[in-house]
């Protein structure tokens, strides 16, 4: 089977155009599938920056929960342990603060005799951060001596 030789002027002229574009396809593209406009490309970035900073705006606030729950995680453990160590202890009236200089913490305690039974002992433990009082962490027990 033989080829046709085609006339070509240009590039391939005088050259067997079947050899010169084989397997060369052209295939037309509408003009709308092209690409993206600058505009179309402008919302999209937009709209992926809002995404973003609300999730940044998320990890903000969950790390300050973050460090509040600590905080309370904290000023609970302080508390258990002083109010073991009164509990193990002979009771007698007191009414004592110290201060965790490591956590920033202060530690204030009470042991009083109950109104209605002498034979009980109200032990008071509070515990809050030095430099915010009012952010108080309190545990009440009662002691039978």
């Given at each position: 089977?033989?080829?046709?030789r085609?006339?070509?002027?240009?590039?391939?002229?005088?050259?067997?155009?079947?050899?010169?574009?084989?397997n060369?396809?052209?295939?037309?593209?509408?003009?709308?599938?092209?690409?993206?406009?600058?505009?179309?490309?402008?919302?999209?970035?937009?709209?992926?920056?809002?995404?973003?900073?609300?999730m940044?705006?998320?990890?903000?606030?969950?790390?300050?929960?973050l460090?509040?729950?600590?905080?309370?995680?904290?000023?609970?453990?302080?508390?258990?342990?002083?109010?073991?160590?009164?509990?193990?202890?002979?009771?007698?009236?007191?009414?004592?603060?110290?201060?965790?200089l490591?956590?920033?913490?202060?530690?204030?305690?009470?042991?009083?005799?109950?109104?209605?039974?002498?034979?009980?002992?109200?032990?008071?433990?509070?515990?809050?951060?030095?430099?915010?009082?009012?952010?108080?962490?309190?545990?009440?027990?009662?002691?039978?001596?």
């Amino acid at each position: 089977m033989e080829r046709e030789r085609l006339e070509v002027k240009g590039c391939c002229a005088g050259r067997d155009a079947s050899r010169t574009h084989k397997n060369r396809l052209k295939i037309r593209i509408p003009i709308t599938t092209q690409g993206y406009s600058l505009l179309e490309v402008m919302v999209a970035i937009s709209i992926l920056s809002i995404g973003i900073l609300g999730m940044m705006s998320l990890f903000g606030s969950g790390h300050r929960l973050l460090a509040v729950s600590r905080e309370t995680t904290l000023t609970a453990q302080l508390a258990q342990n002083k109010m073991e160590s009164l509990r193990h202890s002979r009771p007698r009236i007191q009414d004592e603060e110290e201060q965790i200089l490591a956590y920033r913490m202060t530690r204030k305690w009470t042991i009083t005799p109950s109104q209605n039974n002498p034979s009980l002992w109200v032990i008071t433990v509070n515990v809050f951060p030095t430099n915010e009082p009012a952010r108080t962490f309190t545990l009440k027990s009662l002691l039978y001596y």
